[in-house]
């Protein structure tokens, strides 16, 4: 069934009912400050780091599901029974006579009615400051009088999340607030004291009848948030928190004639100060900086216009790929939500979702680098700066930290280094940077090795290193030594692992010097030439020479080592046995080495190609998608590792891992199979399934990492949403290979590879600083082939679109055919 439907003309999904499968969520800010927002306005922020400046507290894994968040509560007048009330569903599961959730482009809007009082949320983070923003708008529908009581109330977390859930014994006795205002303006200022230059905020822009800082105050001992004592009591105690649990809330009374309304702005915001700032007197914190969110935000005028800001920024973005199709599902997740999901990527890697607590990962280097393909067409300029970040944590022999935290920027040393395929992305990122943009000066940036200055050598000179570190470190068949994992974490050839609880990859206990694999052969020959094109265009002829040698090497080393007679291989284990192999008793078919050996272009010259997708379609296709391996592990390998820990059909093993569907979609358009190609491309699409919402169970607007094979019992249930590769590449899947518009190094090439029953589609694309209106006429119902392009009414030679930079819009018409 479905619970909600997209509305595409407000590029919001409006969700009906509050009793969603699972909690469905949006993402608010877009650079510092973030707040995850259910459709019960459950959820949490941060700034900038989700582990260390979390601002309030969320509890994963809790009961009841997503508890925690900005709540509301209303007490209805006492005339009208004194009727007791959550507008946002939760925590009181209240009945409702009207609930809709609008989760939009960085906004969420809820909308209820109970007992004639109609309530309305706006909750989103304006661009450039670091605060929530929830406009509250009560009108009284009934025909009479209402006195309302309203309370507040958010959790805060003391700041580092991880310790908030595990060090009691300080944190009980450190909780400090301070209160102003009467009531309306409440600062929580735990560790200020001390160390810590910020707080934070939370205020009301109305005078307040009360408020409380104390959590058992204010709930009552043994109470949940359904059943806080001071909202049943209707009356605020004005606690000051002294230790235990600091939270915000406040208590306003509102007077509603018949049909009048009355808004209410909470800002709840992080503020920081200059460490010689800190303090307006002894004990006293300095607010200028809150007062100046408070002031720019304190008023529903001045909401309102945040809210249009941040609107106008969204229609800018989206604006620089749009398309118009028959297939509405597509159209909307191509034009909008995909690209959505592709920012919010961008933003989080893989720190905060409803799956992501937040606190374990910083960036990784292969996903930040993969998050890009799907981000650099919306704000280069970012993407800029993401790669170097990224290429300063690569080490000077070009292997890289796996992951880097985003407050320090550094390489984090507990998980190291030696996933072998990591050097490799950064090709693939920035080779997509430089087509989308045609700077090619930023390889004469002077970028740290392992954050040392001192070693800082030119962008090029990193990508030589990366390109150099799969050269030369190859195994017995000269394919590349796997490590401790490559794209598939949990493929841990070198991790011999009898402990529970260790993890698969950073015990990897010896290198065996004989684990290979085949998937990062794949990947080499596959931005290889894109690394041979940077080499080219910039002079560097002999690199140039050398490096097309080793992909022709490497190619022919797949082609010998790598290939099991109908499919690819996906690796040699420790001993040299073969994985992904027809010899093999499970694990006989992986997807990743057959997407992207097909995608690298291998075998399209002598029928392997062709041979090797029909195998992953014979085997390896289901109804929700193509799930990552079969048969399924069924017991655990110590050669294998964590892959055959899970399982049979979950994540790595033999689940349908989303992130990798889109290189068989992209090889199939490869061998010119546009209605296969779609096919796969609409399995795993949230947007074809929205009416299969109780089996999926996550949002329907966005990809998750997995769905569960056919081997689970839950198979077609997905988990993981949002923080997924998926994301950029089925973005990469549509925009550049099924519609085709794909960035080059000459400029927007476009070659379309869609189902023959396809009549015709169009985009809108902003390419360095030309509007490009494409459309594309497939009446011939051919499935891939331009017959002619006109751009500007004359006829073009090839379909390569020249980057015309000059600021205008032209026009583009393809015959396929
Ligand atoms: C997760 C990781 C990613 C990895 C994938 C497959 O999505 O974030 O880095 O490639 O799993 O194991
Ligand atoms: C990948 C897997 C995940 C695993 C992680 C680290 O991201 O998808 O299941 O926990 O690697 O091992």
Redesign the pocket.
């Known amino acids: 069934m479905q619970y909600g439907y997209f509305d595409d003309n407000a590029r919001e999904y409006v969700i009906t009912r509050p009793d969603t499968p699972y909690p469905w969520i949006n993402y608010l800010g877009s650079e510092d400050f973030y707040g995850l927002f259910s459709n019960t306005s459950g959820g949490y922020c941060f700034y900038r780091d989700a582990r260390l400046l979390r601002l309030t507290r969320y509890r994963y894994n809790n009961v009841p599901t997503d508890s925690g968040g900005r709540y509301f509560y209303i007490r209805d007048s006492v005339r009208d029974g004194g009727d007791i009330w959550t507008p946002s569903w939760m925590p009181m599961k209240s009945a409702l006579d009207r609930y809709e959730c609008r989760h939009g482009m960085g906004y969420s809007r809820i909308s209820s009615a109970r007992n004639g009082l109609a309530f309305f949320q706006t909750s989103f983070v304006p661009l450039k400051d670091n605060c929530e923003i929830h406009k509250i708008v009560l009108t009284n529908e009934s025909g009479a009088d209402k006195d309302v009581d309203v309370f507040s109330f958010i959790e805060f977390c003391l700041w580092n999340a991880n310790d908030d859930m595990t060090n009691f014994q300080r944190n009980f006795s450190i909780g400090e607030v301070e209160v102003e205002a009467g009531g309306a303006h409440i600062y929580h200022k735990t560790e200020y004291r001390e160390r810590r230059n910020h707080y934070a905020l939370w205020a009301v822009n109305v005078p307040v009848a009360g408020f409380d800082t104390d959590r058992q105050t204010f709930l009552g001992l043994y109470n949940g948030f359904d059943h806080p004592e001071t909202v049943f009591a209707g009356k605020a105690n004005n606690s000051v928190a002294s230790g235990w649990a600091p939270i915000g809330s406040h208590h306003i009374k509102a007077h509603l004639k018949p049909g009048e309304s009355k808004a209410l702005v909470f800002v709840l915001g992080y503020c920081e100060n200059q460490d010689d700032k800190k303090w307006e007197k002894p004990g006293v914190i300095n607010k200028a900086p809150a007062n100046a969110l408070l002031d720019k935000y304190g008023s529903p005028e001045f909401a309102d216009k945040a809210l249009a800001v941040l609107k106008e920024y969204w229609d800018a973005l989206l604006g620089r790929f749009s398309v118009e199709a028959e297939d509405k599902r597509m159209a909307r997740m191509a034009g909008v939500w995909n690209q959505y999901q592709c920012m919010v990527t961008f933003n989080m890697s893989?720190s905060a979702s409803y799956f992501e607590s937040g606190i374990g990962r910083g960036m990784?280097f292969?996903?930040s680098n993969q998050d890009l393909l799907g981000f650099v067409h919306l704000v280069p300029e970012r993407a800029r700066a993401r790669i170097l970040d990224i290429a300063a944590t690569q080490f000077p022999d070009g292997s890289a930290y796996h992951q880097y935290q985003p407050l320090t920027k550094r390489g984090n040393n507990e998980v190291g280094s030696g996933f072998n395929d990591d050097p490799l992305w950064l090709i693939c990122g920035v080779a997509a940077y430089i087509k989308e943009t045609g700077d090619f000066g930023i390889l004469d940036e002077k970028v740290p090795f392992d954050n040392k200055e001192e070693l800082a050598d030119s962008l090029f000179v990193h990508l030589k290193r990366s390109f150099d570190y799969t050269v030369t470190h190859n195994g017995p068949h000269g394919l590349p030594l796997i490590g401790r994992a490559d794209?598939?974490?949990?493929l841990n050839l070198n991790c011999f692992s009898k402990t529970p609880g260790e993890s698969f990859q950073t015990t990897a206990n010896f290198e065996s010097g004989v684990a290979e694999s085949v998937l990062i052969a794949a990947i080499f020959v596959f931005t290889g030439p894109d690394y041979v094109e940077i080499c080219r265009r910039t002079k560097r002829e002999e690199e140039a020479e050398y490096a097309v040698k080793a992909i022709a090497t490497m190619t022919e080393t797949i082609k010998a080592h790598g290939w099991d007679g109908n499919w690819f291989l996906r690796a040699y284990d420790a001993y040299g046995h073969k994985i992904g192999s027809h010899e093999c008793e499970d694990g006989q078919i992986f997807i990743e080495s057959n997407g992207f050996a097909v995608m690298a272009g291998i075998g399209l010259d002598d029928g392997r190609a062709k041979k090797a997708l029909d195998s992953v379609k014979d085997k390896l296709d289901t109804k929700y998608g193509i799930v990552l391996q079969q048969p399924a592990y069924k017991d655990y390998h110590l050669e294998l590792g964590e892959v055959s820990s899970y399982p049979p059909g979950y994540k790595?093993n033999a689940g349908i891992?989303c992130?990798n569907n889109p290189w068989v979609t992209i090889a199939e358009t490869k061998l010119g199979r546009g209605t296969r190609a779609f096919e796969t491309y609409t399995k795993i699409c949230p947007a074809y399934r929205e009416d299969d919402s109780d089996l999926r169970r996550l949002e329907p607007y966005v990809y998750a990492?997995m769905v569960a094979g056919k081997d689970a019992s839950r198979f077609g249930e997905a988990k993981n949403s949002w923080l997924?590769?998926t994301a950029a590449w089925t973005f990469v899947s549509i925009s550049q290979y099924i519609l085709g518009v794909r960035p080059v190094f000459d400029g927007l090439l476009i070659d379309p590879c869609i189902p023959a029953s396809m009549k015709g589609f169009s985009v809108i694309r902003h390419f360095q600083n030309a509007v490009y209106r494409i459309a594309v006429d497939n009446s011939a119902g051919v499935e891939k082939g331009v017959k002619s392009l006109t751009l500007d009414g004359k006829p073009l030679n090839g379909a390569v679109l020249p980057a015309l930079g000059d600021g205008r819009t032209h026009e583009v018409k393809v015959v396929m055919g």
């Open positions: 893989r990784g292969r996903d794209w598939n974490d949990c790595e891992f992130h990492q997924t590769g």
